[in-house]
């Protein structure tokens, strides 16, 4: 069964999550699958390089994935169950990370994953989309 699915921007992949613990990942111009790896997730974006792909795990958790070789790239952990995650499509590092918190409030931390810091947080918010330009993040 299928949880989700992400596309890439950059390339033909997509990446889609299944009830069993596994990614795969397809190649649309091939028709085939490139690469299976194992990790619980609910949510998913690639990075703007589109070989590079973000996965919200279960718990406190995201992973990035090398998805041309199949591998594990970096393990994060938060301060709080990781809801939603999107890659910012005008920055290859940074990534926002939706965070849930009591009440139905939440918070989004802007995360540089390629110096594994935190940019900012950004607090008492619900979910949130890029504008088309990619320059902002619209709270909903």
């Known amino acids: ?19 069993d613990c596994t990614i795969e990942v397809y ?9 299976i790896m194992k990790g619980q997730a609910h949510s998913a974006d690639f990075f703007p390089d589109g070989v590079f792909l973000a996965t919200a795990c ?7 994935w090398n998805c041309q070789q199949g591998s ?16 910012f499509p ?8 939706g965070i849930e918190r009591t009440a139905g409030k939440g918070a989004i931390i802007i995360f540089d994953h390629e110096s594994d810091t935190e940019i900012t947080e950004l607090r008492d918010v619900c979910p949130y989309t890029f504008c088309r330009s990619g320059k902002s993040v619209i709270l909903m």
């Open 72 to 87: 594990l790239a970096g393990t994060y952990t938060f301060n709080g169950p990781v809801a939603t995650i999107k890659c």
């Open 58 to 64: 279960i718990g406190c958790v995201i992973r990035t």
């Open 1 to 19: 069964e299928i949880l989700w699915f992400a596309c890439s921007g950059a390339s033909d992949l997509v990446a889609v999550g299944l009830n």
């Open 27 to 35: 190649d649309l111009t091939t028709n085939r699958r490139i690469a």
């Open 90 to 97: 005008n920055n290859p590092s940074q990534i926002a990370v």
